[in-house]
């Protein structure tokens, strides 16, 4: 019973390196998003997905970009990493049109040197 | 602009003392609301939901929530806290249409005092 599972849980760039982070869902849920956390920010919508082979941007979309090619999977990418996208990113599904419920992953905490 | 606001970021209550939690929010129709709880180096876990009906909503670990479309709020209360309960909580809103966007407050920690 995986639910939302994030890869990787840790990773350490270097400024200008690149990068993505997977999210995979098994619930067959249609939504997934991409948020980032930071103290006193809350979780911030980077860019999120209502169905497979689309995506929108969220509240703070710039510097990543994201792909849906598969239902179960949501990509994050970083093309060129920057210190303040140092961050934990989570990753969620979510049953629409049913509950509306989101399922989290565990986070990734990422730190940009 | 859809959002969702908390107004206290820490909170501090004694270990047996109530809790209320507060949350805004700003959706031009009734939206769905939510709370998630997050303890330290966790992921976040769902407490309640509210989407119609009843206003007051009853969740996981003995917490509530009350839906108030007269002040906009939604929020979130125990009677008793216990010390487990210390942790970050969100409260966040998705519109009633299925655009997509999951909103979330910035979050309210609470430290429980023994």
């Known amino acids: 019973n995986a639910g939302v599972t994030q890869t990787p849980k840790f990773r350490v760039l270097k400024t200008g390196q690149s990068m993505t982070l997977l999210c995979a869902q098994d619930m067959n849920h249609e939504y997934m998003y991409w948020y980032r956390q930071d103290p006193g920010m809350g979780l911030r919508l980077i860019h999120y997905s209502v169905g497979e082979g689309t995506t929108a941007k969220g509240e703070v979309p710039d510097g990543y970009n994201v792909s849906r090619l598969k239902k179960q999977n949501f990509l994050l990418g970083l093309e060129s990493a920057a210190p303040s996208q140092t961050s934990v990113y989570f990753c969620a599904s979510s049953n629409i049109p049913g509950t509306k419920e989101a399922f989290f992953g565990q986070g990734t905490r990422l730190t940009v040197v | 602009a859809q959002s969702v606001t908390q107004p206290d970021i820490h909170i501090t209550v004694s270990e047996g003392a109530s809790l209320e939690l507060r949350c805004n929010y700003s959706?031009?129709?009734?939206?769905?609301l939510f709370w998630y709880v997050q303890s330290p180096g966790q992921g976040l876990q769902l407490l309640l939901k509210y989407f119609s009906g009843d206003t007051l909503v009853q969740g996981i670990k003995g917490f509530e929530a009350e839906f108030k479309r007269s002040q906009s709020s939604f929020n979130l209360r125990k009677p008793s806290v216990h010390w487990s309960d210390a942790a970050e909580y969100f409260c966040a809103g998705h519109g009633s249409s299925n655009t997509g966007k999951l909103i979330f407050g910035q979050g309210t920690t609470l430290q429980v005092k023994p």
């Open positions: 959706y031009g129709a009734t939206p769905y």
